[in-house]
Every structure is written in C-alpha cells, then in structure tokens.
C-alpha cells in the first residue's frame, strides 16, 4: 500500500509559478510511474504529466513549455513546477503512482487556484 501526500497548492495570479510536492511512503518509489492529473470543477480528471520510472516524461498539450515535472528518488518525491499559470489551471491536483504489479494509488488531491 503507497500513500501519497500532497502540497504546495494555493492561490496565485495569472502568470505566477507554483510547485507542487508529492511525497510517498509505503512502497519502493523508484519502481513506480508517477504522474499529475487535475479535475475542474464539472469536468473529468485528466492527465497533466506523467514520469516513468526509466525517467520519460509525457506532458498533456495545454501544459507543454509550462509545467516540468520531476522526481527524487531519495526523498520518495514527485514534483510539478508550474509557471506561466492560466485561470484554466485552475483545479484539483491529484498525485498517481503507478505500477502494473505493485497497484496504482492517488493522493487527496490540492487545490490549485490561478485567479488575480
């Protein structure tokens, strides 16, 4: 069983730059896919960026140039720097670790509001 926790969302304006954190604990980190996904509110949750384990990344077109994700092994954290923020970035952030034999697990999501 991974628990995933995550932090650093809040409210900023449009333009501003966040960093999301997710830490997990109760599995081997390095052996998982770790990925981004938000939910709008009246809308589905979608993927935002996703980092392999063999350390490929894939990134939802709407973030591209935008948002990097990162991960340190060490310290069992994923990471999503997010800068030049849109009002449509406005959402739910939902960490996932996944891994076709160890399972696929979600954090309690955090809110992230870009709003001046």
């Known amino acids: 069983q991974v628990h995933l926790v995550e932090s650093g969302g809040g409210l900023v304006q449009p333009g501003g730059s966040l960093r999301l954190s997710c830490t997990a604990s109760?599995?081997?980190?390095?052996?998982?896919?770790m990925g981004w996904y938000r939910q709008a509110p009246g809308k589905q949750r979608v993927l935002v960026a996703v980092?392999?384990?063999?350390?490929?990344?894939n990134y939802a077109d709407s973030v591209k140039g935008r948002f990097t994700i990162s991960r340190d092994n060490a310290r069992n954290t994923v990471y999503l720097q997010m800068n030049s923020l849109k009002p449509e970035d406005t959402a739910v952030y939902y960490c996932?670790?996944?891994?076709?034999?160890?399972?696929?697990?979600w954090g309690q999501g955090i809110q992230v509001t870009v709003s001046s």
């Open positions: 980092l392999t384990s063999g350390g490929s990344t």
């Open positions: 109760g599995g081997i980190f390095r052996f998982y896919n």
């Open positions: 996932n670790a996944a891994n076709v034999h160890y399972g696929n697990y």
